[in-house]
């Protein structure tokens, strides 16, 4: 049986409401917390692909890192928006499930159960 990955960042609200409510499903999944753990690219492209979207409609536009380090988000290929998750984690939007159905990203929370 594959591993359904949650990735998590304990200091999101929305990220904690998806935490609870997959152990309230009894969903068996592994806990990445991102910010601590990093991605691979490999692993970000995965996220992309499966969540069937462009890199700049899962980061998070409105933190302060993205005005800071985003600055022409037009021009940016896949690779760009990679390399920019990978140094700033937190650009990408919280929390993400990927189960062998796909992937989700919990906002609302609820949304989640759509992929188990």
Not at 46 to 59: C, M
Not at 70 to 97: F, G, H, K, Y
């Amino acid at each position: 049986m594959p591993i359904n990955i949650y990735y998590h960042n304990p200091r999101c609200s929305k990220s904690r409401q998806g935490l609870a409510l997959l152990k309230e499903n009894n969903v068996i999944f592994e806990i990445k917390e991102y910010l601590n753990e990093g991605f691979t690219s490999k692993e970000l492209v995965n996220i992309f692909r499966l969540l069937d979207q462009k890199p700049i409609d899962v980061v998070r536009k409105k933190e302060a890192i993205y005005k800071e380090v985003i600055t022409d988000p037009a021009s940016m290929n896949q690779s760009d928006w990679v390399r920019a998750i990978l140094e700033n984690p937190s650009l990408i939007e919280r929390p993400i499930l990927v189960t062998n159905k796909g992937a989700k990203i919990g906002r609302p929370p609820e949304d989640l159960l759509k992929i188990i």
